[in-house]
């Protein structure tokens, strides 16, 4: 029996990494160029190849024109489980539609690609091809030949997935609170959202002090976050990027952002800080004086999450997005872990694994609600709050998690 065809149905062929992050982010691109998931499209677990109804070719070429996960999108003439199958499903496709491509001078390349089994040339069949996706966005802003790096600089196609959650687009104001040496912005950039962040660190925002790089001792002048917007002709784009500290926001209250995506530091290579007070130096310290910066203070994992979600809720305009990493270990992860509040709402939750013991999550979250004074502390009394207190302490389980590695490893050796 032939399989019916839609007269907007496309076969897509997705890349085969960072499988959990690939429906999100095909969801928030169909979303963002005004069409939906709806129920009849097939998706086939790990499998690179899903067949989705799309509903004009130009929401699919905008789709490809953004998407990091898919390599290739295909307007899908007919399918089957059999070359008799696959025949009686093209012969039921509109031939109006087939008209265009079927002159005597047309030409046609025919492109094959197969997951988990080889086929011959005779078992091939053709596709149309409409576009490719944004693979090359990987390579071509591969962190290896930017400017300016730091010890977490994010991976690129990571980047532009995070942009994608965010539904990105043309004209957004996108912020990063914890910005270091821009990454995130650049991705946000090259989208055509002008960009803006915060960092805690004077000399990560100025391009001073000792570099990352390997055999390099001190930072250049063209090593800061502008220049790397500059290296990829994106400087049109970026607004500015201020020394602050992210759990004590400095902005007037109203909201700015299309978008807040961003990656807090987890106290494993960079340390997770914010600044003191007069009051909350240790005893022991003499106080500064009253010239002088405020002395930095260790900041709870937990804290600084329900900060940066008290901050989208606040600045966020209403339907603009919340994209950020969690850590969490592993052995005790349970999704009432995800901080939560009352007006944001959780879109998705995708996993990246880092070790056997820890992993991070990608959480994207909408603004659903303006925000009132009384939604400040709401998210305290919620059943999210105290799970999530555990991993304050994800730096010594990630650190004791190597450490046993290490002593594993040694003792193998030694027998």
């Not at 998931?37 to 905008?62: C, M, V």
Request: aromatic fraction near 12%.
């Amino acid at each position: 029996m032939a399989l019916s065809c839609s007269r907007n149905r496309y076969l897509l062929l997705m890349a085969q990494e960072h499988l959990e992050f690939r429906l999100p982010e095909i969801k928030s691109l169909l979303s963002l160029f005004g069409g939906q998931f709806t129920s009849n499209q097939e998706i086939y677990g790990k499998s690179p190849f899903w067949i989705l109804s799309i509903p004009s070719e130009d929401i699919a070429r905008n789709l490809m024109k953004r998407t990091v996960c898919a390599k290739s999108i295909f307007e899908l003439w007919g399918h089957g489980k059999s070359p008799e199958e696959l025949y009686s499903s093209l012969k039921n496709y509109p031939v109006e539609k087939m008209v265009p491509f079927l002159h005597s001078d047309s030409t046609y390349k025919i492109k094959i690609h197969t997951f988990n089994k080889t086929l011959t040339q005779e078992e091939k069949v053709k596709r149309i091809d409409i576009a490719d996706g944004q693979r090359e966005l990987i390579e071509s802003y591969s962190v290896k030949k930017r400017h300016f790096i730091g010890n977490t600089s994010m991976d690129a196609g990571l980047s532009f997935i995070m942009a994608n959650h965010g539904k990105v687009k043309e004209n957004d104001i996108v912020f990063d609170p914890f910005v270091g040496t821009g990454g995130l912005l650049i991705a946000s950039a090259h989208f055509g959202a002008y960009v803006c962040g915060t960092d805690i660190d004077y000399n990560t925002v100025h391009g001073l002090g000792k570099a990352s790089r390997k055999n390099q001792k001190w930072r250049g002048p063209d090593e800061n976050i502008r220049a790397n917007l500059r290296q990829y002709g994106l400087e049109k784009y970026y607004l500015d990027v201020l020394v602050s500290d992210a759990s004590k926001p400095s902005w007037r209250k109203g909201t700015y952002f299309d978008a807040i995506i961003t990656d807090p530091p987890y106290g494993i290579r960079e340390s997770t800080r914010r600044t003191g007070s007069q009051k909350e130096i240790p005893k022991g310290i003499e106080k500064c004086p009253e010239s002088h910066v405020p002395v930095s203070l260790s900041y709870h994992l937990s804290d600084m999450f329900f900060d940066l979600l008290n901050f989208a809720a606040e600045t966020l305009v209403l339907g603009g997005r919340l994209v950020y990493w969690l850590p969490v270990y592993t052995p005790e992860y349970t999704e009432e872990m995800v901080p939560w509040h009352p007006c944001l709402q959780l879109i998705s939750n995708c996993e990246q694994k880092l070790s056997s013991h820890t992993s991070r999550r990608l959480i994207t979250m909408e603004k659903v609600k303006t925000f009132e004074n009384r939604d400040q502390y709401s998210h305290l009394l919620s059943d999210h709050f105290l799970p999530y207190q555990g991993h304050n302490s994800f730096r010594e389980k990630y650190f004791s998690g190597v450490t046993k590695r290490i002593a594993k490893e040694e003792k193998c050796s030694q027998e």
